[in-house]
């Protein structure tokens, strides 16, 4: 628990799914939680059910999707005196739909939030960490580790995530930051995949939001570069998918995911009408 003692851990995407999860059990473990999101009221409320079980938490209402608006409230926390000691680059969104669906805005805003803001995070915290060490943990999606047909842009910030994350492990290679990635498959209970009522493939599984968690944990505790959170064959797969991407294509399919994603499809053109 030493690791976690009096730490500040600022955590993204933390009003609601797995973000929630990972704030409050940093803040059992004795983290002082910074929590970001674009909903004021349901960070309010976490961060009151964080102080009545004796932590402490505050937030910052802020919608990542808007990059220029980042620094501004990141330097305004660093002016006030708060170190972050452990940066969770959670928050995350996706749309599922043809590629031609698309508008403009939405691309960029996937791209936005899934990417380009963990990464502005860490431009802005890294000279802060680097003086006093630290931690970043990306949670990135086994999406990134292979497309998922109908949710390409998710996919593409996600595999951006995983890269990115393995060129500054590299780059912070004997610093005092170390950087890590969590891949999730589908998980259960909280998070995007629940919230659309389906069921995953048989043979993929899911996972519980703590599973996400405890990966979490493990990445700042041992300094692991990646870790997969599934219970299914998925490195086997993956595997395969690197030596034989069309054959990867093959059992994916066989596997029901494209199906899943169709569906997917016309369950959010449904809640559009």
Known sequence: ???????????????????????????????????????????????????????????????????????????????????????????????????????????????????????????????????????IVNIASLGGKKGIAFNSIYSATKSGLIMWTDAMRQELNKTSVNISVVCPGFISEAGMFKDSNMEAPRLLGTSSPLDVVDAVIKCIEKNLAEVIVNKGPMKPLLSIGQLSPLLADRIVGMMGVREMSLRRVEAEKSTLK
């Open 1 to 135: 628990m030493q690791i976690f003692n009096d730490k500040v851990a600022l955590i993204t995407g933390a009003s609601r799914g797995i973000g929630t999860y990972i704030a409050k059990s940093l803040a059992k473990r004795g983290c002082r939680i910074v929590a970001i999101a674009r909903d004021k009221d349901k960070l309010s409320t976490l961060c009151q059910e964080i102080e009545n079980q004796g932590g402490n938490a505050s937030y910052i209402p802020l919608d990542l999707s808007e990059i220029h608006s980042i620094e501004p409230a990141i330097n305004s926390l660093v002016d006030d005196g708060k170190r972050i000691d452990f940066l969770i680059n959670n928050a995350g969104i996706e749309q599922y739909r043809h590629l031609q669906n698309y508008t403009a805005d939405q691309i960029s805003k996937i791209i936005n939030v899934n990417l380009h803001a963990p990464i502005e995070l860490t431009r802005i915290l890294l000279p802060y960490m680097l003086e006093n060490g630290g931690n």
